[in-house]
């Protein structure tokens, strides 16, 4: 049996050719340029206010579809008005904090 050999090539995709290590400013202040800031959340909005106001909003939900599938119309009109008066209080104090904890310095747009 006439076995032939494959050579295989190298990898298919190969990194760029740029001249040199690339330097990636992930933490190297010096490799920044004049306008970027790496402690700046990029789109204005404190991360931790995102956290909560997605946490707090999946919680609500739960607790209004629980009142809501527990059965009585008590209950549901309790849901509704939960509902009515919860949302726009999240919505007003996630409002504030994030104001409040903005990055005045470094605005985004």
């Given amino acids: ?13 190969q990194p760029p050719n740029v001249g040199h290590a690339p ?3 992930v933490r190297d202040d010096a490799s920044l340029a004049p306008t970027e800031d ?9 991360h931790n206010v995102v956290g909560l ?4 909003s999946v919680m609500l939900a739960m607790l209004v579809a629980f009142m809501w599938l527990t059965g009585s119309s008590v209950a ?3 849901a509704v008005a939960l509902a009515a008066l919860a949302i726009p209080t999240l919505v007003a104090t996630m409002r504030k904090k ?5 990055d005045h310095l470094h ?3």
């Fill in 1 to 13: 049996m006439d076995v032939q050999q494959h050579k295989v090539p190298g990898p298919l995709i």
């Fill in 23 to 25: 330097h990636s400013p």
């Fill in 38 to 46: 790496l402690d700046r959340e990029p789109d204005g909005v404190p």
């Fill in 53 to 56: 106001t997605a946490l707090f």
């Fill in 76 to 78: 549901r009109f309790a």
């Fill in 98 to 102: 994030a104001a409040r904890e903005r």
């Fill in 107 to 109: 605005p985004s747009r």
